[in-house]
Protein backbone atom coordinates (compact mmCIF):
# COMPACT_ATOMS: atom_id res chain seq x y z
CA UNK A 1 0.00 0.00 0.00
CA UNK A 2 1.31 3.89 -0.54
CA UNK A 3 0.08 6.93 -0.27
CA UNK A 4 -2.81 7.67 -2.25
CA UNK A 5 -3.38 9.46 -5.97
CA UNK A 6 -5.86 11.77 -4.56
CA UNK A 7 -6.79 13.28 -0.69
CA UNK A 8 -9.06 10.55 0.59
CA UNK A 9 -12.48 11.85 2.15
CA UNK A 10 -14.66 9.70 4.35
CA UNK A 11 -17.83 9.75 6.48
CA UNK A 12 -18.19 8.85 9.81
CA UNK A 13 -22.03 8.42 11.42
CA UNK A 14 -22.79 7.74 14.30
CA UNK A 15 -24.07 3.89 15.03
CA UNK A 16 -27.23 4.93 17.02
CA UNK A 17 -29.75 1.87 16.52
CA UNK A 18 -32.59 4.76 16.21
CA UNK A 19 -31.21 5.92 13.20
CA UNK A 20 -30.44 2.31 11.37
CA UNK A 21 -32.81 3.80 8.22
CA UNK A 22 -30.83 7.41 7.91
CA UNK A 23 -27.56 5.67 8.71
CA UNK A 24 -28.10 3.86 4.95
CA UNK A 25 -29.36 6.82 3.40
CA UNK A 26 -26.19 8.72 4.31
CA UNK A 27 -24.26 5.69 3.42
CA UNK A 28 -26.11 5.56 -0.24
CA UNK A 29 -25.53 9.62 -0.76
CA UNK A 30 -21.60 9.47 0.83
CA UNK A 31 -21.22 6.23 -2.04
CA UNK A 32 -23.48 8.21 -4.70
CA UNK A 33 -21.08 11.70 -4.01
CA UNK A 34 -17.97 9.49 -4.44
CA UNK A 35 -16.40 9.96 -1.13
CA UNK A 36 -14.36 6.77 -0.54
CA UNK A 37 -14.87 5.71 3.05
CA UNK A 38 -17.34 4.95 5.22
CA UNK A 39 -16.06 4.15 9.00
CA UNK A 40 -18.03 2.87 12.12
CA UNK A 41 -16.63 3.57 15.60
CA UNK A 42 -16.98 -0.29 17.68
CA UNK A 43 -18.13 0.31 21.00
CA UNK A 44 -20.69 -3.34 21.60
CA UNK A 45 -21.22 -2.34 25.48
CA UNK A 46 -22.85 0.97 24.40
CA UNK A 47 -26.72 -0.20 24.67
CA UNK A 48 -28.19 2.32 21.85
CA UNK A 49 -25.19 1.53 19.00
CA UNK A 50 -25.48 -1.12 16.42
CA UNK A 51 -22.84 -4.05 16.25
CA UNK A 52 -20.00 -2.03 14.39
CA UNK A 53 -19.13 -5.25 12.23
CA UNK A 54 -23.28 -5.95 11.38
CA UNK A 55 -23.86 -2.49 10.27
CA UNK A 56 -20.71 -1.54 8.18
CA UNK A 57 -21.93 -5.30 6.55
CA UNK A 58 -25.54 -3.58 6.34
CA UNK A 59 -23.41 -0.33 4.84
CA UNK A 60 -21.57 -2.87 2.40
CA UNK A 61 -23.93 -4.12 0.79
CA UNK A 62 -26.20 -1.35 0.09
CA UNK A 63 -23.02 0.62 -1.84
CA UNK A 64 -21.68 -0.02 -4.69
CA UNK A 65 -18.10 1.95 -4.49
CA UNK A 66 -17.34 3.38 -1.45
CA UNK A 67 -14.43 1.06 1.31
CA UNK A 68 -15.79 0.65 4.42
CA UNK A 69 -13.78 0.83 7.86
CA UNK A 70 -14.13 -0.31 11.56
CA UNK A 71 -12.63 3.45 13.22
CA UNK A 72 -11.45 1.23 15.53
CA UNK A 73 -12.71 -2.21 16.06
CA UNK A 74 -11.89 -2.78 20.13
CA UNK A 75 -9.46 -6.05 20.35
CA UNK A 76 -10.79 -6.46 23.78
CA UNK A 77 -13.77 -7.97 22.76
CA UNK A 78 -12.77 -8.97 19.26
CA UNK A 79 -11.34 -12.34 18.92
CA UNK A 80 -8.64 -11.59 16.28
CA UNK A 81 -8.81 -15.01 14.10
CA UNK A 82 -12.62 -14.38 14.10
CA UNK A 83 -12.42 -10.39 13.23
CA UNK A 84 -9.59 -11.41 10.49
CA UNK A 85 -12.42 -13.66 9.24
CA UNK A 86 -15.28 -11.17 9.20
CA UNK A 87 -13.04 -8.87 7.19
CA UNK A 88 -12.05 -11.11 4.98
CA UNK A 89 -14.88 -12.48 3.94
CA UNK A 90 -16.50 -8.80 3.73
CA UNK A 91 -13.62 -8.09 1.29
CA UNK A 92 -14.25 -11.55 -1.21
CA UNK A 93 -18.19 -10.18 -0.73
CA UNK A 94 -17.61 -6.35 -2.02
CA UNK A 95 -14.89 -7.14 -4.68
CA UNK A 96 -12.04 -5.62 -2.17
CA UNK A 97 -13.70 -2.67 -0.22
CA UNK A 98 -13.34 -3.66 3.39
CA UNK A 99 -10.31 -2.01 5.77
CA UNK A 100 -9.84 -3.00 9.46
CA UNK A 101 -8.93 -0.12 11.81
CA UNK A 102 -8.07 -1.33 15.19
CA UNK A 103 -7.45 -0.24 18.81
CA UNK A 104 -6.05 -1.84 21.90
CA UNK A 105 -8.80 -0.98 23.76
CA UNK A 106 -10.50 1.21 25.86
CA UNK A 107 -12.73 1.81 28.52
CA UNK A 108 -12.16 -1.40 30.44
CA UNK A 109 -14.70 -1.36 33.04
CA UNK A 110 -17.26 -1.55 30.60
CA UNK A 111 -15.40 -3.97 28.73
CA UNK A 112 -15.07 -6.11 31.82
CA UNK A 113 -18.95 -5.42 32.05
CA UNK A 114 -19.27 -7.83 29.24
CA UNK A 115 -17.44 -10.43 30.76
CA UNK A 116 -14.27 -9.79 29.11
CA UNK A 117 -10.84 -10.17 30.10
CA UNK A 118 -10.06 -6.42 30.33
CA UNK A 119 -6.14 -5.40 29.65
CA UNK A 120 -4.81 -1.77 30.58
CA UNK A 121 -1.54 -0.29 29.20
CA UNK A 122 1.01 -1.71 27.80
CA UNK A 123 -0.34 -5.46 28.41
CA UNK A 124 -2.78 -4.25 25.80
CA UNK A 125 -0.73 -2.70 23.46
CA UNK A 126 1.10 -6.12 23.39
CA UNK A 127 -1.93 -7.83 22.64
CA UNK A 128 -2.76 -5.80 19.59
CA UNK A 129 1.13 -6.51 18.37
CA UNK A 130 0.17 -10.61 18.76
CA UNK A 131 -3.74 -9.74 17.20
CA UNK A 132 -2.11 -8.08 13.95
CA UNK A 133 0.24 -10.94 13.24
CA UNK A 134 -3.17 -13.24 14.11
CA UNK A 135 -5.37 -11.03 11.82
CA UNK A 136 -2.36 -11.03 9.04
CA UNK A 137 -2.15 -15.14 9.00
CA UNK A 138 -5.69 -16.06 8.48
CA UNK A 139 -5.35 -13.74 5.44
CA UNK A 140 -2.54 -15.30 4.02
CA UNK A 141 -4.14 -18.66 2.84
CA UNK A 142 -2.01 -20.69 4.62
CA UNK A 143 -2.79 -24.24 5.95
CA UNK A 144 -1.74 -25.55 9.67
CA UNK A 145 -0.86 -22.05 10.03
CA UNK A 146 0.48 -21.48 13.55
CA UNK A 147 1.36 -18.49 15.70
CA UNK A 148 2.89 -18.64 19.36
CA UNK A 149 1.82 -15.45 20.72
CA UNK A 150 0.94 -14.66 24.66
CA UNK A 151 -2.07 -13.10 24.43
CA UNK A 152 -3.16 -15.12 21.13
CA UNK A 153 -2.54 -18.51 19.29
CA UNK A 154 -2.95 -20.08 16.09
CA UNK A 155 -2.58 -24.03 16.37
CA UNK A 156 -2.45 -25.37 13.10
CA UNK A 157 -5.61 -23.30 11.63
CA UNK A 158 -6.19 -23.55 7.89
CA UNK A 159 -6.51 -19.45 7.11
CA UNK A 160 -8.89 -18.14 4.61
CA UNK A 161 -10.94 -17.17 2.56
CA UNK A 162 -7.85 -15.22 1.34
CA UNK A 163 -9.07 -11.30 1.15
CA UNK A 164 -9.84 -9.74 -2.29
CA UNK A 165 -7.57 -7.28 -2.24
CA UNK A 166 -4.78 -6.35 -0.04
CA UNK A 167 -6.44 -5.03 3.19
CA UNK A 168 -4.81 -2.37 4.93
CA UNK A 169 -4.85 -2.60 9.09
CA UNK A 170 -4.70 0.96 10.32
CA UNK A 171 -4.00 2.08 14.04
CA UNK A 172 -5.88 3.93 16.24
CA UNK A 173 -3.02 5.15 17.72
CA UNK A 174 -1.72 8.37 20.50
CA UNK A 175 1.01 7.03 22.30
CA UNK A 176 4.65 6.58 21.46
CA UNK A 177 4.80 3.01 21.72
CA UNK A 178 1.47 2.63 20.07
CA UNK A 179 3.04 5.26 17.01
CA UNK A 180 5.96 2.94 17.08
CA UNK A 181 4.03 0.13 16.15
CA UNK A 182 2.11 1.78 13.34
CA UNK A 183 5.03 2.45 11.56
CA UNK A 184 6.45 -0.86 12.09
CA UNK A 185 3.73 -3.10 11.52
CA UNK A 186 0.43 -1.22 10.15
CA UNK A 187 -1.09 0.38 6.75
CA UNK A 188 -2.36 3.13 8.29
CA UNK A 189 -2.97 5.89 11.15
CA UNK A 190 -6.30 6.57 12.63
CA UNK A 191 -5.83 9.47 14.91
CA UNK A 192 -9.11 11.65 15.99
CA UNK A 193 -9.41 15.03 16.49
CA UNK A 194 -10.55 14.78 19.40
CA UNK A 195 -7.87 13.22 20.73
CA UNK A 196 -5.15 14.62 19.07
CA UNK A 197 -4.84 18.49 18.04
CA UNK A 198 -3.48 19.75 14.40
CA UNK A 199 -0.30 20.92 16.43
CA UNK A 200 0.60 17.03 17.86
CA UNK A 201 0.47 15.70 14.74
CA UNK A 202 3.69 16.42 13.00
CA UNK A 203 5.42 14.82 15.86
CA UNK A 204 3.51 11.94 15.75
CA UNK A 205 4.07 11.71 12.24
CA UNK A 206 7.64 11.79 12.79
CA UNK A 207 8.06 9.22 15.32
CA UNK A 208 5.82 6.83 12.94
CA UNK A 209 8.20 7.93 10.18
CA UNK A 210 11.12 6.75 12.34
CA UNK A 211 10.02 3.40 13.45
CA UNK A 212 9.10 2.79 9.61
CA UNK A 213 12.62 3.59 8.57
CA UNK A 214 14.40 1.67 11.44
CA UNK A 215 12.16 -1.30 10.29
CA UNK A 216 13.63 -1.14 6.63
CA UNK A 217 10.26 0.21 5.17
CA UNK A 218 9.10 3.16 3.51
CA UNK A 219 7.46 5.64 5.34
CA UNK A 220 5.25 6.88 2.82
CA UNK A 221 3.68 3.32 2.52
CA UNK A 222 1.77 4.09 6.00
CA UNK A 223 -1.70 6.11 5.27
CA UNK A 224 -2.49 9.11 7.97
CA UNK A 225 -6.35 9.57 7.78
CA UNK A 226 -7.75 12.26 10.46
CA UNK A 227 -10.87 11.83 11.92
CA UNK A 228 -12.13 15.26 12.02
CA UNK A 229 -15.69 17.39 13.12
CA UNK A 230 -16.88 20.25 12.89
CA UNK A 231 -19.42 22.70 11.41
CA UNK A 232 -19.68 24.00 7.54
CA UNK A 233 -21.25 27.46 7.54
CA UNK A 234 -21.39 30.47 5.22
CA UNK A 235 -20.96 33.25 8.32
CA UNK A 236 -17.51 33.95 9.92
CA UNK A 237 -14.81 31.50 11.42
CA UNK A 238 -15.81 30.74 15.23
CA UNK A 239 -13.00 27.93 15.27
CA UNK A 240 -10.97 25.34 13.75
CA UNK A 241 -13.10 23.77 11.24
CA UNK A 242 -16.02 25.95 11.95
CA UNK A 243 -16.86 28.32 9.52
CA UNK A 244 -17.34 28.52 5.80
CA UNK A 245 -16.32 26.86 2.90
CA UNK A 246 -13.07 28.57 2.12
CA UNK A 247 -11.57 28.13 5.89
CA UNK A 248 -12.35 24.56 5.07
CA UNK A 249 -10.43 24.07 1.95
CA UNK A 250 -7.55 25.85 3.82
CA UNK A 251 -7.34 24.51 6.38
CA UNK A 252 -7.59 20.47 5.21
CA UNK A 253 -4.94 21.57 2.98
CA UNK A 254 -2.69 22.77 5.29
CA UNK A 255 -3.02 19.76 6.89
CA UNK A 256 -2.75 17.56 4.03
CA UNK A 257 0.45 19.78 2.56
CA UNK A 258 2.59 20.41 5.94
CA UNK A 259 1.19 18.29 8.42
CA UNK A 260 1.18 14.90 6.37
CA UNK A 261 -2.26 13.90 6.48
CA UNK A 262 -3.75 11.74 3.41
CA UNK A 263 -7.21 11.72 3.98
CA UNK A 264 -10.25 13.31 6.31
CA UNK A 265 -13.18 11.59 7.70
CA UNK A 266 -16.29 13.82 8.82
CA UNK A 267 -18.38 13.15 12.02
CA UNK A 268 -21.65 13.55 12.44
CA UNK A 269 -22.99 17.06 13.55
CA UNK A 270 -26.07 19.70 13.36
CA UNK A 271 -28.23 18.72 9.55
CA UNK A 272 -25.62 16.24 9.26
CA UNK A 273 -26.94 15.31 5.21
CA UNK A 274 -26.54 19.29 4.47
CA UNK A 275 -22.86 19.09 5.78
CA UNK A 276 -22.11 15.26 4.25
CA UNK A 277 -23.51 17.12 0.70
CA UNK A 278 -21.35 20.38 1.44
CA UNK A 279 -18.36 18.35 2.57
CA UNK A 280 -18.33 16.21 -0.69
CA UNK A 281 -19.27 18.31 -2.84
CA UNK A 282 -17.69 21.70 -2.10
CA UNK A 283 -15.04 21.34 0.25
CA UNK A 284 -13.27 17.56 -0.81
CA UNK A 285 -13.06 18.52 -5.12
CA UNK A 286 -11.23 22.20 -3.95
CA UNK A 287 -8.79 20.77 -1.63
CA UNK A 288 -7.54 17.75 -4.26
CA UNK A 289 -7.56 20.67 -6.99
CA UNK A 290 -4.76 22.66 -4.14
CA UNK A 291 -3.33 19.96 -3.18
CA UNK A 292 -2.39 18.70 -6.71
CA UNK A 293 -1.25 21.74 -7.37
CA UNK A 294 1.32 22.00 -4.69
CA UNK A 295 2.45 17.96 -6.04
CA UNK A 296 3.24 19.53 -9.26
Known amino acids: ?61 QTKRVRVLTDVANLQLRQPALLAKWAASLDVMTG ?33 EDAIAVIRLMWS ?17 HAGPVPGHPIGIWLGAYRPRMLGITGRLADGWLPSLGYMNPDALNDANRRIDDAATAAGRHPADILRVYNIGGRITDGESSGFLEGPID ?20 GPGENPLEQLRRFAAEVAPRVRENVALVKR
Open 96 to 128: GRAELGLGSGAFTAAVAAMGAEAREGGEAVSAL
Open 1 to 61: MSRPARVLFGYFPSPEAAAYAQILEHARLADALGLDLIAIQDHPYQPRFLDALTLLTAIAV
Open 141 to 157: GQRGARFDGRYYKLRGV
Open 247 to 266: QWVDQLTELTVDYGMDGYIL
